[in-house]
């Protein structure tokens, strides 16, 4: 209670800061709320009879995410990627892995073409899922919730750390998805997809204004496929409604949800042996969509729903408030009986049953004031706020032993396998944060200078009958300064310094609870976004070098042994360039280039000093260009380079060896891969048809190996026909 009174009692010094500043300085109007859906993709046929495909947003200019303002990318002194709805639709991304395939400084697929989750990595981190400015209802041990692309406008990624905006995030960044918002313009789509493995989807959205400032949206999917793996389909459902009311000219509420249904019967996730994925098999091929699990047994299934809204009320010209807040429900069930190793003849593979279970409800809520003023010469751009989350997780599991299987020909139980009648507590804990933060954006002529300050405070209580501490409570600062200065032919150069931090699980020899991991970036670039080019010729380029110290990581105790210490060190540091243009309207380009240097700098364990983190490949590269003529006909190509990665920390030359004598580089390296995709469509006015293809040359290897029976095929050659009807 002590802290919930002081965090009272700053909210209310920074409300009052931020409603007087207006009435002791010059006013300066707030500029207005992003005006949803004003892109979008439209066709339109001239008199002349040329097909015009118009992509307005195709190039991004804002992003809330970065600065929980309106201030431009260009504005804001770090580097933020935006992944809009017109990119999506024009390359024909289905997942959020996809998505980001040609955006520096992130990577997915990490395990390959997983049907439930979007495994990302961010500067050598786990990035973190926000929907809506708020953060998704993920797991202890998944950071996202497998939402579908399809029910959102657009992918903000901020890079580096972000606690001072958004409390516990990684020092990475995070990645936020905008909801499809109702328009007063009555608009829709209706969509079918069909491709490899019997892919087949529906989707549509439509909105509209209902009555006088009255309008909704309703966006809904369904798909039903095979996966790479035999014996494998997925199915899913979902469906979200938006509505928004006009109270007055000054204050409107808009109401967001959404519901999903996932069904993966006969999956094993992969989990296949390094003998056979990563380096040859003496005894033969293994084939790329092999399952070793039992396909009547196996199964996945998720239900996940969340209600909120967005209200806006604006007090006068210089100052608004806004509130975003979201109930959550996310609860999944699984049963899996996979590999576990390799015997000696290296065809017979050992396997384990893990059922596992997981429930997560979460209320989240995050209110801030909006104001603008000046003071002499420098223009203010304040935002002082207020967040809270209440996130509780129960989740459970067990370990089963299961038959033995050939790798080369399964053979499966001829018999039901009975399903496990009891499980184990895995987490049993809630969490309250609480968070209150002030920024200021001080424009002086061309320079703008940032600065923000956050203090959280946490309560987590920990259910499970043998916690350690059932109650533990944290505190923390965190703050980011920067400078930009925007030149007028649109070159702008920043600096920035920001912070972050997490709890961390767990507790030491002295039975003292772990202090909370701390994140700390220095940044510098450079952004462009091509003011004087001409609206035929829009453009975002990017460049920033940085570099990432992670504190307060556990590392081994050395005097104790089975116990840890919070004396390691990791350290990020690497170069990103971006670029996004559309010219004329009839030519895209996304280009990127990532060098990433992420390792271990401090541990008590020597063999891991110097060693890259997992799944980051110190290079990335990728481009795609695609070109549409005047008759409505066009086409793209793209390639994509990742250089090898580690499947776990690596270990210098290190080495295991299997039941055969085989031996393996202990960080199970994947090797480097170049990439082939391509695309053809054909619009009309109202109507788009494209066929688009990835891996076109079914490049065949190793996504990334975290054991010696834990390899995951990357995805394979995968064709996908989309036909859009607009009205």
């Given amino acids: 209670m002590r802290h919930h009174s002081s965090a009272v009692r700053v909210i209310a010094l920074l409300i009052a800061g931020a409603a007087t500043a207006p009435v002791v300085a010059h006013a300066q109007e707030v500029p207005p709320e992003p005006v949803q859906n004003e892109g979008g993709v439209e066709v339109v046929k001239q008199d002349d009879g040329a097909i015009i495909v118009t992509a307005r947003r195709f190039v991004p200019s804002g992003a809330i995410t970065a600065s929980k303002t309106t201030a431009p990318l260009i504005e804001t002194p770090q580097s933020v990627s935006v992944i809009s709805r017109d990119q999506i639709d024009l390359l024909n991304f289905v997942d959020i892995q996809q998505a980001v395939r040609y955006t520096a400084g992130i990577v997915g697929e990490n395990y390959g073409p997983d049907l439930r989750f979007d495994f990302l990595t961010l500067r050598g981190f786990i990035p973190v899922q926000y929907i809506d400015g708020l953060q998704a209802p993920v797991s202890s041990t998944i950071s996202n919730v497998g939402i579908d692309l399809y029910g959102f406008e657009a992918i903000d990624i901020l890079k580096g750390p972000a606690g001072v905006l958004y409390g516990t995030t990684p020092p990475g960044g995070i990645y936020n998805l905008t909801s499809r918002h109702p328009s007063t313009q009555t608009s829709g789509e209706v969509q079918v997809k069909y491709g490899t493995d019997d892919f087949k989807q529906a989707a549509g959205t439509i909105t509209g204004e209902l009555a006088n400032g009255l309008t909704a949206r309703l966006t809904g999917l369904y798909r039903d496929r095979d996966g790479q793996t035999d014996f494998v389909t997925a199915r899913r459902a979902y469906v979200a409604p938006a509505v928004a009311f006009d109270i ?3 204050t409107k509420i808009t109401a967001l949800g959404y519901y999903q249904w996932d069904r993966v019967e006969g999956d094993t996730n992969g989990f296949l042996p390094a003998v056979g994925v990563l380096v040859p098999n003496p005894v033969g091929k293994v084939r790329r969509g092999v399952n070793l699990g039992e396909p009547d047994y ?72 909006d104001a603008q ?29 299961a038959t033995d299987i050939d790798l080369f020909d399964p053979v499966y139980s001829s018999t039901p396998i009975p399903a496990p009648t009891s499980l184990f507590d895995f987490t049993n804990q809630r969490l309250k944060q609480t968070g209150v933060y002030l920024q200021d ?35 923390k600062f965190t703050w980011r300064a ?119 700098s401090e541990s008590n364990n020597p063999a891991e000093v110097g060693g890259r983190l997992a ?26 380079h990742l250089s090898n990665s580690n499947g776990v920390v690596a270990l210098p030359g290190a080495t295991v060896t299997t039941p ?4 393996i580089p202990a960080t199970f390296t994947s090797p480097a891969v170049t990439l082939f995709d391509a695309t053809l469509h054909y619009d009309l006015p109202g109507w788009r048809f494209a066929v688009n293809g990835s891996n076109l040359f079914d490049k065949r290897y190793a996504g990334r190996c975290t054991g010696l029976a834990n390899c995951f095929f990357a995805e394979g050659r995968r064709i996908i026909a989309t036909v859009t009807k607009r009205f």
């Avoid at 209580?461 to 059932?470: C, G, I």
């Avoid at 970036?521 to 975002?540: C, L, P, S, T």
């Fill in 248 to 250: 007055g000219p000054d």
């Fill in 298 to 369: 196996n199964f996945y299934r998720r239900e996940q729903w969340s209600l909120g809204y967005e209200f806006t009320h604006r007090f006068s010209s210089a100052l608004r408030f806004t509130q975003n807040a979201r109930w959550s429900d996310y609860s999944e069930y699984q049963q899996i009986i996979y590999a576990n190793g390799l015997s000696a003849d290296n065809r017979t593979v050992t396997r384990s049953n893990f059922p596992f279970a997981d429930d997560v409800q979460q209320f989240a809520v995050d209110s801030r004031f």
């Fill in 373 to 401: 003023f000046a003071t002499g010469a420098i223009e203010h751009h304040i935002l002082a706020g207020v967040d809270y989350r209440n996130y509780r997780e129960q989740s459970a599991f067990a370990f089963l032993a």
């Fill in 441 to 475: 954006q001080a424009h002086i002529g061309n320079l703008i200078l940032t600065l923000s300050g956050r203090h959280d405070w946490m309560t987590i209580n920990n259910y499970a009958a043998s916690a350690a501490f059932p109650e533990v409570k944290e505190k």
């Fill in 482 to 600: 920067g400078a930009t200065y925007v030149t007028d032919s649109g070159i702008a150069p920043y600096i920035s310094y920001a912070t972050s931090f997490q709890p961390v699980v767990g507790q030491t020899v002295g039975l003292d609870a772990f202090d909370p991991s701390v994140g700390k970036q220095i940044e510098a670039g450079v952004k462009f976004d091509g003011r004087n080019m001409g609206e035929d010729f829009k453009i975002f380029a990017t460049g920033a070098i940085y570099r990432i110290v992670q504190n307060n990581v556990v590392t081994p105790d050395n005097a104790n042994p089975g116990f840890s210490v919070q004396t390691g060190e990791v350290t990020s540091k690497g170069l990103e360039l971006e670029v996004v243009a559309r010219i004329r309207q009839q030519l895209s380009i996304n280009a990127s280039y990532t060098y990433l240097d992420a390792k271990v």
């Fill in 615 to 640: 799944a980051q490949p110190r290079h990335k590269a990728s481009l795609f260009v695609d070109y549409t003529h005047g008759s409505g006909a066009g086409g793209g190509v793209g390639v994509r």
């Fill in 660 to 663: 055969s004598g085989i031996v």
